[in-house]
């Protein structure tokens, strides 16, 4: 009786041991895809999805990262060819084609992550989609093909531009243009350099045609205003500041001053110090206003102790020491301590 235990025994330690061994033997065997994700900075991507789908095959898996960003997936004995995509909230989708895991090795495919949206990559669009994505990858391609050339062309015509070589600038800036002329700083380059030259008209023209690409570029009506106001056109330089300002707040002070410089031109002393204390409100900081509103305000009695007490801001806070001196003689000058 204790024989027949006996044997029974050694038969299941051995049956055991062959199922062990069977089974370690079909996991060593397996085909297994690993690999890790990060993002921009190297850092792991957590719970990021992965699909793994099959291409000769209709295989359809799925997996994610662990908290170190890291995957891992048994796929077994059978053969394949694998498309493996990764996607995560926050991130633009990456994939990798072909892949065809080893048996008895593991297969890492690691991949980095983009800040962006998600989209549809292009085995996921229909037939319209996807004619739409060739079109938009041809431009991508055009422009990438003429983007070296476009760009020297550019650093060369604000280099000549700074040395005073306007027609060479321009012609260099021109080559730039023909490549692509849907860019809106090629044209506000151009408006720029015909400013220096002394070419209002054309500047103009320049520096409209980049607004109409560019319409909420606040620094396009900026340099338009100027413009207009070398022009005479004060009514629509104003204008053009008051566009600026309202398109970038933060710079709000600089545009409110360039609109009181205008109106100063143009005889306009009250308005003047008007859009210099708007400057002032934008900015408690800004010397140039406080000097332009105190000679603005100089001019009659009843705001000469405004005047004073606003070129005395400017003493405070001007650094340029010989307008500085200019300040304080005119505060003299007004009755001033």
Known sequence: MRIANRKFFL??????GLILSLGVAGMAQS??????????KDQPVV?????????????????KTDKRGQYLYLLGLQAGTFRIVVRKEGFQPQYRE?????LSEET???????????YKLPFEMDAKEMEEYKKQYEEAKRKEQFSGEIKAAFKLGLELADAGKYEEALAELGKALQ????????????????????????ALASFQTAIKLSPSNPDLYSAMGSVLNSMGKTAESQEAFKKAASLNPGNAAQNFYNMGVTMVNSGK??????????????????????????????????????????????????????????AKQIIAALGGK
């Open 47 to 63: 719970g990021a999805q992965i699909s793994i789908i099959g291409i000769d095959m209709v295989r359809n898996l799925s997996t």
């Open 11 to 16: 038969i299941t330690v051995l049956s055991i």
């Open 269 to 326: 002393s009250e308005e003047a110090a008007e859009a210099f204390k708007q400057a002032i409100a934008a900015d408690p900081n800004y010397a140039e206003a406080y000097y332009q509103l105190g000679m603005a305000l100089s001019g009659k009695q009843a705001t000469i102790p405004a005047a004073i007490e606003a070129l005395k801001k400017y003493v405070e806070l001007g650094k340029k020491a010989d307008q500085v001196e200019v």
């Open 108 to 118: 890492e495919v690691n991949f980095k992550l983009t800040p962006g949206q998600d």
């Open 179 to 202: 490549r692509d002329p849907e860019e809106s700083a090629i044209h506000a380059a151009i408006g720029t350099v015909y400013t220096k030259a002394g070419k209002n008209e054309d």
């Open 31 to 40: 085909r297994t895809l690993k690999g890790k994700v990060t993002d921009d």
């Open 98 to 102: 072909g892949v065809r895991p080893g």
